[in-house]
Nanobody
Framework: QVQLVESGGGLVQARGSLRVSCAAS????????VGWFRQAPGKEREFVVA????????LYGDSVKGRFTISRDSAKNTVYLQMNSLKPEDTAVYYC??????????????????WGQGTLVTVSS
C-alpha cells in the first residue's frame, strides 16, 4: 500500500508560478510510475505528466508541455510539479497517482492504483 499526500496548491495570478508536492508513505516510489492528473470543475480528469521512477523517463501532456516540470527527491520519497506561466485554464484539482504502469498507458488513469486526495490550484486572470 502507498499513501499519497499532495500539498502546495493555492491561488496564483496568471503568468505566475506554483509548485505542488506529492509525498508517499508506506512504500517508496522506486518501482512505480508516478503521475499527475488534474480535474477542472465540470470536466473530466486530464493527464498532466508521468514519471517512471526506475529510469526517470517523463511524459508530458500537450497542454502543459514547456510550462510544467516534474522532479523528484528520492530521499524524501516526494515528487514535485513545478508549474510556470500559469493560465486560468490550469485551474483544477491536481491529483498525484502511482502504480505499475506501462509506458504506453501512462496517460490512462486506469493504470494507477494509488491516488492522493488532491490539491486545488486556482489561477486568476
Amino acid at each position: 500500500q502507498v499513501q499519497l499526500v499532495e500539498s502546495g496548491g493555492g491561488l496564483v495570478q496568471a503568468r505566475g508560478s506554483l509548485r505542488v508536492s506529492c509525498a508517499a508513505s508506506g512504500r517508496t516510489f522506486s518501482t512505480y510510475t508516478v503521475g499527475w492528473f488534474r480535474q477542472a470543475p465540470g470536466k473530466e480528469r486530464e493527464f498532466v505528466v508521468a514519471l517512471r521512477w526506475s529510469d526517470g523517463r517523463v511524459l508530458y501532456g500537450d497542454s502543459v508541455k514547456g510550462r510544467f516540470t516534474i522532479s523528484r527527491d528520492s530521499a524524501k520519497n516526494t515528487v514535485y510539479l513545478q508549474m510556470n506561466s500559469l493560465k486560468p485554464e490550469d485551474t483544477a484539482v491536481y491529483y498525484c497517482a502511482a502504480g505499475f504502469v506501462a509506458a504506453e498507458q501512462a496517460q490512462d488513469m486506469g493504470g494507477y492504483a494509488y491516488w492522493g486526495q488532491g490539491t486545488l490550484v486556482t489561477v486568476s486572470s
